[in-house]
C-alpha cells in the first residue's frame, strides 16, 4: 500500500497560480504512474494530470494542458501539480493517487489503487 498526503491548496483569485504537492510513503517502489484527479461540487471525479513514474511522460486533460504542470520527485516521492493562470472551474477537491505495479493508462482513474484525503482549490471571479 502507498499512502499519500497533499497539500497546498487554497484559496486564490482568477489568473493566480497554486502548487499542490503530494508525499508519497510506504510502498514505492510497486508505483507505476502517480495522477492528480479533481471533484468539483456536484460533478464526478475527473482526471487533471499525470504521470508515469520511471520516466516522467505526462499525461493532461484538454482543458489545462498549457496551464499545469506535473511534475516528480522520485528520490523524494513526490508529485507536484503547478497550477498557473486558474479559472473558477477549477475550483474542486484536489487528490493524489497512485497505480502500479502494472503498467495501465495514466488517465483511467479506474486502475488507481492508493488515494491521498484530498486537499481543497477554490478560485474566486
Known amino acids: 500500500q502507498v499512502r499519500l498526503v497533499e497539500s497546498g491548496g487554497g484559496l486564490v483569485k482568477v489568473g493566480e497560480s497554486l502548487r499542490l504537492s503530494c508525499a508519497a510513503s510506504g510502498r514505492t517502489g510497486s508505483i507505476y504512474a502517480m495522477g492528480w484527479f479533481r471533484r468539483a461540487p456536484g460533478k464526478d471525479r475527473e482526471f487533471v494530470a499525470g504521470?508515469?513514474?520511471?520516466?516522467?511522460?505526462?499525461y493532461y486533460r484538454d482543458s489545462v494542458r498549457g496551464r499545469f504542470t506535473v511534475s516528480r520527485d522520485n528520490a523524494k516521492n513526490t508529485l507536484s501539480l503547478r497550477m498557473n493562470n486558474l479559472r473558477p472551474e477549477d475550483t474542486a477537491v484536489y487528490y493524489c493517487?497512485?497505480?502500479?505495479?502494472?503498467?495501465?493508462?495514466?488517465?483511467?482513474?479506474?486502475?488507481?489503487?492508493?488515494w491521498g484525503q484530498g486537499t481543497q482549490v477554490t478560485v474566486s471571479s
Open positions: 504521470l508515469i513514474r520511471s520516466d516522467g511522460v505526462t
Open positions: 493517487a497512485t497505480s502500479g505495479p502494472d503498467q495501465t493508462p495514466v488517465t483511467d482513474q479506474d486502475y488507481y489503487t492508493d
